[in-house]
């Protein structure tokens, strides 16, 4: 029996997650609703507070759902060696659910945002799991790994912005080239 709700209430929370990472994504934190939330996942409103708290602490288990996919998708299966970096960015700029990340960036730029801090969080933990793959041999000289990681995550989210905003605009492969041309070689294979 207790295993029984256990399983309900673990399901309740990824309807939830889902379906508030979906509406974020479509219409922001701020313009999101617990009714929306609650009618998308099929599930009583009541359900949002008594697993999260309130609302912040449910956008806190979205980011912290998509980073953990974003950070599962970058590390290789054990035992098989990594695709290219360049690679997994592009492929992680394709997935449906990363608008959520674009759409969220624009409130949390603003001081006052109830999710600047969160956010915050999740940019610091990208550039952690980006350093950790690049060898500071590979970085030219004087280049530090901290500095060329803010370039290189800036540069994925400015891109991913534009993809987003305009993708007949943006061509993600070439986009993907002029990037491993300007990359020193090694870090292609890092």
Same mark, same amino acid.
């Given at each position: 029996?207790?295993?029984?709700?256990? /399983?309900?209430?673990?399901?309740?929370?990824?309807?939830? !997650?889902?379906?508030?990472?979906?509406?974020?994504?479509?219409?922001?934190?701020?313009?999101?609703?617990?009714?929306?939330?609650?009618?998308?996942?099929?599930?009583?409103?009541?359900?949002?507070?008594? %697993?999260?708290?309130?609302?912040?602490?449910?956008?806190? =288990? !979205?980011?912290?759902?998509?980073? %953990?996919?974003?950070?599962?998708?970058?590390?290789?299966?054990?035992?098989?060696?990594?695709?290219?970096?360049?690679?997994?960015?592009?492929?992680?700029?394709?997935?449906?659910?990363?608008?959520?990340?674009?759409?969220?960036?624009?409130?949390?730029?603003?001081?006052?945002?109830?999710?600047?801090? %969160?956010?915050?969080?999740?940019?610091? =933990?990208?550039?952690?799991?980006?350093? #950790?793959?690049?060898? #500071?041999?590979?970085?030219?000289?004087?280049?530090?790994?901290?500095?060329?990681?803010?370039?290189?995550?800036?540069?994925?989210?400015?891109? %991913?912005? /534009?993809?987003?905003?305009?993708?007949?605009?943006?061509?993600?492969?070439?986009?993907?080239?002029?990037?491993?041309?300007?990359?020193?070689?090694?870090?292609? /294979?890092?």
């Amino acid at each position: 029996m207790a295993t029984r709700r256990i /399983q309900r209430t673990e399901e309740s929370r990824r309807l939830l !997650v889902t379906a508030a990472a979906e509406l974020f994504a479509e219409k922001g934190y701020r313009q999101t609703s617990f009714i929306d939330i609650a009618e998308k996942a099929g599930i009583s409103r009541g359900s949002i507070p008594w %697993h999260f708290g309130n609302k912040l602490g449910l956008l806190e =288990a !979205v980011l912290d759902d998509r980073l %953990h996919a974003v950070l599962t998708a970058l590390a290789p299966p054990a035992g098989e060696r990594p695709s290219s970096p360049l690679d997994q960015i592009t492929d992680f700029i394709r997935q449906p659910v990363t608008r959520l990340f674009i759409t969220l960036l624009a409130e949390a730029v603003e001081v006052d945002s109830p999710i600047r801090e %969160h956010y915050a969080r999740l940019h610091a =933990a990208l550039r952690q799991a980006v350093q #950790a793959r690049i060898p #500071a041999e590979a970085l030219p000289a004087e280049t530090t790994p901290e500095a060329f990681t803010v370039l290189l995550v800036g540069t994925v989210i400015g891109v %991913h912005a /534009q993809w987003r905003i305009a993708p007949e605009a943006v061509n993600l492969e070439a986009v993907q080239a002029t990037i491993r041309t300007l990359l020193p070689a090694s870090l292609e /294979q890092a």
